[in-house]
């Protein structure tokens, strides 16, 4: 098969020819149709996160079937499916209670860990696919289906994780990129007011398009300030911060209000003064909120929304397997608006 593998930290993709996979125990081979090309995979493309060279990265996938290994039995040749982006164990606690990015025996992520979607086909422990509903026409959109497990389910988990009710005022910090213009059109299916915070006001037309009211540029003046002003001085209910940087954390702190939470993604860590005060939580009821990906039955919710109708994921771009280092390029300057993907099958 033909794949685009990553050699060493910080250096260009290169097309390989390697061997095609062979499901062994528990394992199941697809064909790959497409793969979401994220900001989480620049990462690993640019080197700031760690992998084992050479790595196949990508894990928003659409596929098909094509071997079943021996015991695997809720899988079948031809079925279509995704991938859940988490190497879970299915049997601690957390796993069991429907928690699995909090898994005790978490060994790592599709396209980190294992082999993931930039190449013609992908080999994964059988639990590690999830089988697309019936009547979801992955053939006739497959980057729009593949990006639904992480783009559109981690922004479902936030509704859910954030409680955001309608009319709640959502502010959306970075809400130019992939995950960010999907929390705008997740938000906006959740019947919120939302605010578009991002530094590159050329992405501002895509977050109306959304369904944003507002749009703040976060590198024009004072943040905190601009949040205030458009809530009439009462702050936001829920403030959703995919940069998570000091800036972005100072200013979602001041500029949340009253019952407001506030959930963090992203981000190197909480700076060292991050200004939270024990009275300003308890006085006003705040919450502050960690969320990482969404849980396999998040994903099943996200996919079952987009099957019926409801939703729709926002794929802004898509390219070849043998595009995909100029792609990604683009991704660090920070130049694609939302999710790319990138066509292979
Ligand atoms: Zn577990």
Redesign the pocket.
């Known amino acids: 098969m033909r794949a685009m593998v990553l050699t060493a930290p910080n250096t260009p993709f290169q097309m390989r020819d390697f061997a095609d996979p062979v499901a062994g125990q528990g394992e199941v081979v697809a064909k790959v149709l497409a793969c979401g090309a994220g900001l989480t995979i620049q990462h690993l493309r640019a080197g700031r996160l760690k992998v084992d060279y050479p790595r196949i990265i990508g894990h928003e996938i659409t596929a098909e079937i094509v071997e079943v290994g021996e015991n695997v039995s809720n899988l079948k040749i031809g079925d279509g499916v995704t991938a859940y982006y988490y190497l879970?164990?299915?049997?601690?606690r957390?796993?069991k209670a429907d928690r699995?990015t909090l898994?005790?025996?978490?060994t790592g992520n599709v396209g980190r860990d294992v082999d993931g979607g930039y190449a013609e086909f992908i080999k994964l422990p059988a639990n590690s696919f999830i089988k697309l509903p019936e009547g979801l026409d992955y053939k006739a959109h497959p980057a729009e289906v593949g990006v639904v497990t992480d783009a559109v389910a981690t922004p479902l988990k936030l509704i859910n994780r954030s409680r955001i009710k309608p009319g709640e005022t959502v502010a959306v910090i970075g809400a130019g990129g992939g995950l960010g213009l999907n929390m705008v059109a997740v938000a906006a299916w959740a019947k919120a007011d939302i605010i578009a915070v991002d530094v590159r006001p050329e992405k501002f037309a895509a977050c109306y398009e959304a369904g944003a009211q507002l749009s703040l540029d976060a590198s024009d003046g004072d943040l905190t300030a601009a949040l205030l002003d458009s809530t009439d001085g009462q702050g936001a209910d829920v403030i959703i911060d995919f940069v998570a940087d000091k800036k972005t954390l100072e200013a979602s702190v001041q500029a949340l209000g009253k019952g407001g939470r506030l959930a963090i993604l992203g981000g190197g860590g909480l700076p060292n003064n991050f200004p939270i005060l024990g009275n300003w939580i308890k006085n006003g009821e705040r919450e502050i909120l960690g969320s990482r990906y969404a849980t396999r039955r998040e994903v099943g919710h996200a996919l079952d929304l987009v099957a019926n109708g409801e939703l729709w994921p926002i794929v802004t771009e898509t390219c070849r397997l043998e595009e995909a280092e100029e792609l990604h390029k683009r991704l660090e300057d920070g130049l694609v608006t939302g999710r790319a993907a990138i066509r292979v099958g």
């Open positions: 879970t164990c299915g049997s601690c957390w796993c699995e898994c005790e025996n978490l």
